[in-house]
């Protein structure tokens, strides 16, 4: 079966360092795709790994071991404007995308 | 990027009636296009992918009947909520896909049936 766990909520305090994490089960896999999601807005794209390491991009980085399953986003530097929720996804052997429940990620000042 | 709309961001509608969702890519063509669809605090659920010229491919539990996907041009996905209820209110999310691994969102579309 095809399976993409990540905890349901986080909490963390303006300009600290938060790591979201992502563990999946899924047949086939082309990469992993990390997403932000405002209320009621539709998701932005934050990254892609397809290959093992951390990709850094700004204040957002992104890991991925394939051999175990496993990612994290990592926020630095955080913001209010950065409370929303973190949708980790997988493109499956039919590049199809399978997504997590996500992260709603609240930023306390 | 790539820029992906939707038409109308949102819509109210009675228990019956038929509300039709446009996905447009703005800058590019699309031979796929994905629906979607998102309940209240939950993630995205796929509900069918579309293929420019050939019938729409549906995930398991979603009614063609009732969602009608038309992608008649290679810029252009239409999704019909046909006799729409009020358990069909939710948020609707189009995608166009660039590359395999390429997706755009559309911004959403809030359908409320009452």
């Known amino acids: 079966g095809q399976n993409i766990d990540q905890p349901t909520e986080m909490t963390a305090t303006e300009g600290a360092i938060v790591q979201i994490n992502c563990t999946y089960q899924?047949?086939?896999?082309?990469?992993l795709f990390w997403y932000q999601q405002h209320a009621g807005e539709a998701p932005t794209f934050l990254s892609y790994?397809?290959l093992d390491g951390l990709e850094e991009k700004g204040r957002f980085s992104s890991f991925l071991s394939r051999s175990k399953g496993y990612s994290y986003l990592l926020l630095k530097e955080l913001q209010m404007k950065d409370s929303a929720s973190y949708l980790c996804?997988?493109?499956?052997?039919?590049?199809?995308?399978?997504w997590g429940a996500g992260t709603k990620l609240i930023i306390k000042p | 990027g790539a820029v992906v709309s939707q038409h109308p961001s949102r819509v109210i509608c009675k228990s019956g009636t038929s509300v039709k969702i446009e996905c447009r890519s703005l800058?590019?063509?699309?031979?796929?296009m994905f629906w979607y669809r998102q309940f209240p605090k939950q993630s995205l659920m796929l509900m069918a992918t579309?293929?420019?010229?050939?019938?729409?491919?549906?995930e398991q539990g979603v009614e063609k009947d009732k969602f009608l996907i038309n992608h008649a041009s290679l810029t252009l996905s239409t999704l019909t909520v046909t006799s729409a209820h009020p358990e069909d209110s939710s948020f609707y999310i189009c995608?166009?896909?660039?590359?395999?691994?390429?997706?755009?969102f559309g911004p959403g579309t809030r359908l409320t049936v009452t």
């Open positions: 899924t047949s086939g896999f082309n990469g």
């Open positions: 995608s166009a896909r660039v590359r395999e691994h390429e997706q755009y």
């Open positions: 800058d590019f063509q699309a031979t796929t």
């Open positions: 996804a997988t493109l499956d052997s039919n590049y199809q995308l399978i």
């Open positions: 579309s293929n420019e010229g050939s019938k729409a491919t549906y």
């Open positions: 790994n397809v």
